[in-house]
Nanobody, 122 residues
Framework: QVQLVESGGGSVQPGGSLWLSCAAS????????LGWYRQAPGNQRELVAS?????????TDSAEDRFAVSISGDSALKTVYLQMTSLKPEDTALYYC??????????????WGQGTQVTVSS
């Protein structure tokens, strides 16, 4: 099992920035990739960004070059970050940290955090 604990969500005005972080622990030794999804009200969950255990990131169109994902830590505890800049109201969503794997070039989540709310509003 992998435990994921997110932090860093909150409210921000349009154009502002936020950092999300997620501590991953448990059965993370060895093969582990991490990713961020989000779900806005009335919408399906969508992948925003993912990062391989070697640190190579992958972004979806949702990131729009405004988000950056990074990772730190060791085999006992990893932390994945999502830096969000130039935030827009449409970025408002519940953001989920995930741990998973790559199937070919596609990231697939196996474990989910509880989610952290990001609200962008003036």
């Amino acid at each position: 099992q992998v435990q994921l604990v997110e932090s860093g969500g909150g409210s921000v005005q349009p154009g502002g920035s936020l950092w999300l972080s997620c501590a991953a622990s448990g059965a993370i030794h060895g093969l582990l990739s991490l990713g961020w999804y989000r779900q806005a009200p009335g919408n399906q969950r969508e992948l925003v960004a993912s990062i391989e255990r070697e640190g190579r990131p992958t972004y979806t169109d949702s990131a729009e070059d405004r988000f950056a994902v990074s990772i730190s830590g060791d085999s006992a505890l990893k932390t994945v970050y999502l830096q969000m800049t130039s935030l827009k109201p449409e970025d408002t969503a519940l953001y989920y940290c995930t741990a998973g794997h790559y199937s070919g070039r596609n990231y697939e989540a196996d474990y989910w955090g509880q989610g952290t709310q990001v609200t962008v509003s003036s």
